[in-house]
């Protein structure tokens, strides 16, 4: 079965500080897709960051960049210089490459505190 | 920048009766989906639709759901008679095609069923 966890519920950093958010999956496929998912208060999910899985190199997106370590399963976004603005809940999800669905986990809600 | 809108933005109704929820995908987008969040758990997929047809669907969705695109803008998903738990967040989604770095979602329906 597929599942995606993320450990950590709730999270809070200091404005201007790093923080990093955990995330673990299962599946026995090889090609897949990995995401972060940004979803503000009442706002839609944005997409953060995206890793195909088939790639070695850890994507990154201006402050936001991912630890992927595919034998372990495991994909944690590190947001640097933490702003405001990102305070929002977190999703972690996978979608396999010919698949339809994403997986999600359950999010992790991080409040950047001034 | 185009969005997937959802309306209502809440919904509260009475155990057995009926629901639709509707949603307005980005307009070149041919993939249509609807996840759901239940408080405190995972997004989960119900359903994908494409070329006027489901072309994927989760265990979650019986025959009490079913979704619709009466229209060529609007992408229903209808409740038939509604149970407490069905109470959840329920996402719209669209894609262009699957060369495109990820589905876009609306920002939700919370559904609150008595």
């Known amino acids: 079965a597929q599942t995606v966890t993320q450990s950590q519920p709730e999270m809070s950093v200091q404005e201007a500080e790093t923080v990093t958010l955990s995330c673990t999956y299962d599946?026995?496929?090889?090609?897949?897709?990995l995401f972060w998912y940004k979803q503000p208060p009442s706002r839609q999910m944005i997409l953060v960051i995206r890793q195909e899985a088939y790639k070695q190199q850890n994507a990154t997106e201006n402050r936001f960049s991912v630890n992927f370590q595919k034998a372990a399963k495991s994909f944690s976004l590190k947001i640097s210089d933490s702003q405001l603005g990102d305070t929002a809940m977190y999703f972690c999800?996978?979608?396999?490459?010919?698949?339809?669905?994403?997986?999600f986990g359950t999010g992790t809600s991080l409040t950047v505190i001034p | 920048e185009p969005e997937v809108t959802q309306t209502p933005s809440h919904q509260v109704t009475q155990m057995g009766q009926e629901v639709i929820l509707r949603c307005v995908p980005i307009?070149?987008?041919?993939?249509f989906y609807w996840y759901r969040q239940i408080l405190g758990q995972k997004v989960e997929f119900l359903v994908s639709?494409?070329?006027?047809?489901?072309?994927?669907k989760s265990e979650i969705f019986d025959d009490q759901f079913s979704v619709e695109r009466p229209d060529g803008s609007n992408f229903t998903l209808k409740i038939r008679s509604t149970k407490l738990e069905d109470s959840a967040m329920y996402f719209c989604?669209?894609?262009?095609?699957?060369?495109?770095?990820?589905?876009?979602f609306g920002p939700g329906t919370r559904l609150l069923v008595l």
């Open positions: 999800a996978f979608i396999y490459t010919s698949g339809n669905q994403f997986y």
């Open positions: 639709f494409y070329n006027n047809e489901i072309s994927e």
């Open positions: 307009s070149n987008h041919l993939y």
């Open positions: 989604a669209s894609w262009r095609d699957r060369n495109q770095e990820t589905q876009y």
């Open positions: 599946t026995s496929e090889n090609n897949y897709y």
